[in-house]
C-alpha cells in the first residue's frame, strides 16, 4: 500500500518540513524561507527515521493516596476544552467517514486567542515573536521539534523562561479549530486558509487524507512508525468538536500507553542496590502498579519526583484486576508539574 501522493492529500497551508531541526529567524514573515526549508508530504514516511527510603510495597499498593494530577489553571473564556482520543479498534468504525494523519510526539498546546495552554489548561511560557501576529481564533495543536525528538519539545516548554534557541526548533502543528461550529469536513478548509494567512513557518497545518479500509490503515501505520513516527490520528469528518472523549478522534498505535501518578520510590536489589528498583505509580482509577522495566541508569538514580506524571506503555489488560500487561516505563510528563511545583504564567517577563 502506497502513502498517498501529494496531490491526494488534503493540505492546510504549508507542507511540514523535513524532520530535524530548523531555526526560524525573528521577525520572518516565510517568504524567503519557505521555499528554502525542505518540506515532506506524507510520503515522507517512507524515508528513515530521524534518528529515599520507602514503605513497603505491599503496604503502598493498598494504601489510598493524596497525590492527583493538577486540576486545570485554564482563565475564563478560554479556548474550548480539547478533544481527547480513543484508541482505534479494528471495525468498531466506518474508515470511510474519517480523515487520517501523523500522531505528532510532541507537547499539546492549545492557543485560546492569547496565550498557550496546556491540554491542563496550564499556561505555557512561549517567546513573544513565536505566537506574534496570531488572531483571536482558538488552534488546538502540538509543539513538535520532530520525529524522535519529543524531549526537545518537553525541555523548551518546561522551562520557567523560554529559550529563544529551543523554541526555534519548535513548530506548532495544529490540527483543529476548536470553536469553529461546523464539522471536522468544514473546519478543514477553513484550517487551511486560517494557517496559510499567518505566514509563519513555524506554524503548520497538519496534512489529512483518506484511507480505503483497515488493511490500508495497518500497512501506512508501519510505514510511519518505521520512519519514526508515534502512530496515526482519525478524526471523523461529520462530527463537531466535541470537548473530551469520543470515537470522533481515535489514535492509532502498535502499542498503549496511559499516566499515572508517582507515589513512591521502591528500592531496588542486586545490581540495583542503592538506586530506585521501580517507580510506584497510582492509575485514575486508583490501583497502583510498579514500573520498573524501561527505567534508565539515570532515572534510577535520580528519580522523577512524588507527584510527577508519567506515561508508561503497555499491551492489554489482565482479565481479572484490570492492570496493564508488560507495562513499562517510557517518559516522565514535564508539562504536568508535581504537586508544589510552581504554575506556568505566560504573563511574566520572558513570553
Known sequence: MKIPALHQVQRQAAPVPAVGRQHWPLGSKARGWIGAVALVCTAS????PTAAPAAPAAALLAAPDAFAPPKSAAAPGAAPAPALAQSYQRGSVELAHYWVSEKYDGVRALWDGRRLLSRQGLPIRAPAWFTAGWPATPMDGELWAGRGRFADAQSAVAQTVPVDTQWRTLRYMVFDLPAHPGSFDQRLPALNAHIAG??????????QWRVAGHDALMAQLARYEKAGAEGLMLRRGDAPHRAGRSGDLLKVKSFEDAEGVVVAHLPGQGKYAGQTGALLVELPDGQ???LGSGLTDALRRAPPPLGSTVTYRYNGLHAGSGLPRFARFW???ADVPPPGAPAQDS?????
Do not use: I, Y
Open 347 to 351: 504573563s511574566k517577563k520572558g513570553r
Open 198 to 207: 499567518l505566514h509563519q513557518p513555524w506554524v503548520q497545518a497538519v496534512a
Open 45 to 48: 514516511a517512507a524515508q528513515a
Open 288 to 290: 497502583r502498579l510498579r
Open 331 to 333: 517518559r516522565v510528563r
